[in-house]
Nanobody, 121 residues
């Protein structure tokens, strides 16, 4: 089994910055890709950004330029740097990882429990 633990959420004023991290632990051979999603109250979960083990990144169009995803393969950790935060960024942020537990098997998706980010206006 694999566990993902997010950290770094909290309360921040509009215009401020916040960094999230998510560490994976357990039976990990390799992490093929990471992702951050968010879910605001009353809304569907939406993609924030993804990054592959090779470093290729993708961010939601509406967030490009403000949110940056990165990863540390050696530490099995992914980061999300959020700048120029707005009240509409308030949500629970979830990390996800596509984890291969051995060299031959397929990767399986795992999710963290989520961390609350609240942006006050």
């Amino acid at each position: 089994q694999v566990q993902l633990q997010e950290s770094g959420g909290g309360l921040v004023q509009a215009g401020g910055s916040l960094g999230l991290s998510c560490a994976a632990s357990g039976r990990i051979f390799s992490i093929r890709a990471w992702g951050w999603y968010r879910q605001a109250p009353g809304k569907q979960r939406e993609l924030v950004a993804t990054v592959t083990s090779g470093g290729r990144t993708h961010a939601a169009d509406s967030l490009q330029g403000r949110f940056t995803i990165s990863r540390d393969n050696a530490k099995n950790t992914v980061f999300l740097q959020m700048n120029s935060l707005k009240s509409e960024d308030t949500a629970v942020y979830y990390c996800t990882a596509a984890v291969a537990s051995d060299s031959r098997g397929p990767a399986r998706d795992y999710w963290g429990q989520g961390t609350q980010v609240t942006v006050s206006s």
